[in-house]
């Protein structure tokens, strides 16, 4: 009994169980479609993204803006000044609560499902929304978190309506969908 005692003890004295965990930002990606022309679908990114979970179940992703890649500069330039307006609002934010001890203790190669309310901040709204995750821990001190399914963003629901038709005109489009698919992949290591 006390053998196990000290084990348990061990184990949550362990670095990994009560350090921070940092988003690895090259093991991590954020994607999002947009669709214009009516059936033209086309995949992007944001390249620069950071964040932390707390060991108080502290989670939040910070997204750059200006890191928007489409693979076409142009358009790029015309997300981060008309869409995004990136000289006023540099980032958006994503926070959530999440229950650390119970994916601190999952074993090395499991994964679990989990519904969570997110906190999207972008400009100047917060948009409450719910995901369905995927939690695998891909090593002693690597978590990976990924949507089951994309989250489906409507633009006017953060102010971004206007900069979506901004962008329509400006590239003579007949039309740009405001209802956009969003996925990630995160990797956390505990730090």
């Known amino acids: 009994m006390r053998r196990i005692c000290l084990i348990v003890l061990a184990a949550l004295m362990s670095p990994a169980v009560w350090a921070d965990w940092t988003l690895d930002n090259a093991g991590s990606r954020l994607s999002f479609v947009s669709t214009k022309a009516t059936n033209v679908a086309e995949v992007h990114t944001f390249d620069s993204l950071s964040g932390s979970v707390g060991s108080d179940g502290h989670a939040r992703v910070v997204i ?9 500069p142009i358009r790029d330039e015309r997300m981060r000044e008309m869409l995004f307006q990136t000289e006023l609002f540099p980032t958006a934010t ?52 990924a949507t089951t399914k994309p989250i489906i963003l409507n633009a006017g629901a953060v102010d971004l309506a206007e900069g979506v038709e901004a962008l329509r005109e ?7 969908s405001q ?13």
């Open 64 to 72: 750059q803006l200006a890191s928007v890649n489409t693979l076409i």
């Open 94 to 145: 994503v926070d959530a609560r999440l229950d650390i001890v119970r994916f601190i203790n999952m074993p090395v190669s499991t994964s679990e499902i989990l519904t969570t309310e997110l906190l999207l901040n972008l400009g100047d709204t917060s948009l409450p929304m719910t995901a369905e995750l995927l939690v695998t821990r891909i090593a002693a001190d690597r978590v990976l978190v």
């Open 170 to 176: 400006v590239a003579g489009l007949p039309s740009i």
């Open 179 to 191: 209802a956009v698919p969003v996925s990630f992949v995160l990797q956390f290591v505990a730090g």
